[in-house]
């Protein structure tokens, strides 16, 4: 970085270069994207502001008029308001007070970093493949680092850093061979597959097989047809969320189970059924944000029958799509649907390349959101607002 630059041009790349390190980051500390996206954000706003307080004032508040913002802000402004019937106020405020500030770096990066992304590229791709390297070396030797350093030893430890290479890695790709680099972006999409297969999260696998397969759609189907494919998944996830277990313990065979022991596919169906019986016992208006981290403890659940009891208390029910039916109710999660097809038809007017890329990583991520993770998890939050950050500096790229 030259020492001559002006100070909102090197506030502005060392937030590019902070966000570029984000994968190595997360193989180190597994819960660290919050940190790094919102350092990544407040370098990139400082920027800004030095810059031309007007035009970033804009580019933050204009996307909220629009209608994907207009309901994005509805949405939240339910969960807000959820807090007045939420049985576990405390619980509750604790995850807004932890979901509020990633989202709030992941809109700052989204909105802020593009322009400065693409000087950053070959960085960011290093960080990439030193991390997916990290990744694999580590757990092909039993974990040596992780037990030398005194941490903690489990295969899963990186499952949050392959999550988050899974989401980086599908803009990342698309950005290299939108600058002509196709080389590069096949390396980081084949360091990241060996990465995941290599570690323990089969969400991570669904997520790039889902990428794949969806990418490969869109750019074979007429544009309305992908993006009617597309949306189709994404509605049927969330509308069938409430009923999928009991679907899942009906259909799904005992082969099936025992061929996907590993990921606890039994566990996973009764946990589903679990929340299943507590949407349905309270349809409109949900438990309360943030309730699924004691939900054994929510009224709801003392209407249930025992049985249904037990496994409400794992944190989560695995599904995000499924946790806002039981924390929001069918007010949450119309609105929820609301936001992604109105976020569709406004990837409808994008370019096929960055369109193909966009709907791949909205695929990969609602496929790991159905199957994974709490639906307020900061380090998810931070990771998506990253890699939204690296598809909107697609146009940034000069082709070679």
Request: proline letters at 6%; hydrophobic letters at 60%.
């Amino acid at each position: 970085m030259p020492s001559d630059a002006p100070l909102p041009r090197r506030l502005g790349r060392l937030g590019a270069l902070v966000l570029a390190a984000l994968p190595l980051c997360m193989a180190a500390a597994n819960r660290s994207s919050p940190l790094v996206v919102g350092l990544a954000g407040l370098l990139v706003l400082a920027a800004g502001l030095l810059e031309d307080r007007r035009a970033t004032a804009a580019a933050l508040l204009r996307p909220l008029a629009t209608p994907a913002g207009l309901a994005s802000l509805a949405f939240l402004a339910w969960c807000v308001l959820s807090l007045a019937w939420s049985p576990l106020p405390g619980l509750s405020l604790r995850t807004l007070s932890e979901f509020l500030p990633a989202l709030a770096g992941a809109a700052l990066v989204a909105r802020l970093a593009p322009p400065r992304l693409a000087s950053v590229a070959r960085p960011a791709l290093a960080c990439l493949l030193a991390a997916c390297a990290y990744v694999v070396a580590d757990l092909a030797a039993g974990l040596v680092v992780q037990k030398v350093l005194g941490l903690r030893v489990a295969a899963f430890v990186f499952n949050r850093p392959v999550l988050t290479l899974m989401l980086l890695v599908i803009p990342l790709a698309a950005f290299l061979a939108r600058g002509g680099r196709r080389g590069l972006a096949l390396l980081a999409l084949a360091a990241c597959a060996a990465a995941a297969g290599r570690s323990a999260s089969g969400a991570a696998v669904l997520g790039l097989a889902v990428a794949g397969v969806t990418y490969g759609l869109v750019r074979w189907l007429p544009a309305r047809a992908g993006l009617a494919l597309v949306g189709a998944g994404l509605l049927g996830a969330l509308v069938l969320a409430p009923v999928e277990g009991d679907v899942l313990a009906r259909t799904m065979p005992e082969a099936l189970h025992q061929r996907l022991a590993a990921s606890s596919t039994r566990a996973r169906v009764a946990i589903a059924r679990s929340f299943g019986a507590a949407v349905a016992a309270d349809p409109w208006r949900g438990a309360g944000y943030g309730t699924s981290g004691r939900f054994e403890a929510t009224p709801v659940a003392a209407a249930l029958d025992p049985d249904m009891r037990v496994l409400l208390g794992v944190g989560h029910p695995h599904n995000s799509f499924l946790q806002v039916w039981a924390e929001l109710g069918v007010v949450g999660a119309s609105l929820a649907g609301i936001v992604l097809v109105l976020t569709l038809r406004a990837l409808g007017r994008w370019p096929l390349p960055a369109r193909a890329a966009a709907l791949s990583l909205l695929a990969a991520g609602a496929a790991v959101a159905f199957v994974e993770h709490g639906a307020w998890q900061a380090w998810w939050t931070a990771g998506v607002g990253a890699a939204v950050a690296w598809l909107r500096a697609t146009p940034h790229m000069t082709t070679a």
